[in-house]
């Protein structure tokens, strides 16, 4: 499933394209073809994520609410004047954009809705704040997590609490702090919060300009350390993401994973210490 700084990223790139114009809006799979004959030509006129949900805002009344889950894929493509029109969508494609110099389709999301204000409003108030939003409080997320016996590596998965950060963040950043990913919520300190906070910010945004998840500092980086660079679908260097039984490093021992909220939790149990 892509991280928050994908969808951020998307929203991006959605209004490079297309905002400020009106679309030519269709569904060439069927699923959303009411909705796109009521938007088709009309000013495309805000894009915005929160966590893993994109909204893209027409005509400032109606909105197309996006969450990817774990097929959903956006494929970008220009169009040149003078140059053939946008190939034909295949019939899998739910939703498409195009204008007279680009077009973007979205095939296989698990939701692709048309949504009033009040229901994109509701969607907002039951997820957590994003690092990647300006409107975002870190407390409003504090205030839970310093609540629960719940670990904090399951919290910072859970988009009610903060929205957007996936397993690989987690992972990093709890590497980072040198944070046990079994220590309960109520025993991080507001100290220790404010500095992951403040990481996920930078590192998400660095995410998003670079359209991949780096997270090793500067003395960490193959150039520095005289290693290999990390060979993986993922692309980024990381400290433990997917490096399970490889060394840590920082200290040389063993990287270990585990099952945790669902998914593989990555750790060094020398660095991150209870
Ligand atoms: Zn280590």
Not at 164 to 176: D, H, I, Q, S
Not at 183 to 199: N, V, Y
Request: aromatic letters at 6%; one cysteine or more.
């Amino acid at each position: 499933m892509p991280e928050g700084h994908t969808i951020h990223r998307l929203a991006q790139d959605y209004a490079t394209a297309f905002l400020g114009t009106s679309p030519h809006v269709t569904s060439p799979q069927g699923k959303f073809s009411d909705a796109a004959a009521l938007l088709t030509g009309s000013e495309l006129t805000h894009t915005e994520a929160h966590g893993k949900h994109l909204f893209l805002g027409f005509r400032d009344a109606d909105w197309i609410h996006i969450h990817l889950g774990l097929f959903g894929k956006v494929n970008f493509g220009k169009v040149n004047a003078g140059d053939a029109p946008a190939p034909p969508p295949t019939d899998t494609v739910r939703l498409r954009l195009a204008n007279s110099t680009a077009y973007v389709d979205l095939r296989g999301p698990t939701t692709c809705a048309l949504i009033t204000h009040p229901e994109k409003q509701a969607i907002h108030d039951r997820l957590g704040p994003d690092p990647l939003r300006a409107d975002a409080d870190p407390h409003q997320a504090y205030r839970r997590i310093s609540r629960s016996r719940t670990t904090i590596a399951a919290l910072l998965m859970d988009q009610k609490v903060i929205a957007g950060v996936g397993n690989v963040y987690r992972a990093e950043v709890l590497f980072r702090h040198r944070i046990d990913p079994y220590r309960a919520g109520k025993d991080i300190t507001p100290t220790q919060w404010d500095a992951i906070w403040a990481d996920l910010v930078d590192l998400m945004h660095e995410g998003v300009r670079n359209n991949r998840i780096d997270t090793v500092r500067p003395e960490h980086t193959p150039e520095a350390m005289g290693r290999p660079p990390r060979v993986d679908d993922h692309g980024g260097e990381v400290y433990v993401y997917r490096r399970a039984t490889l060394p840590c490093h920082i200290c040389g021992g063993e990287i270990r994973t585990a099952d945790l909220a669902a998914r593989n939790l990555f750790w060094c149990p020398n660095c991150q210490t209870p």
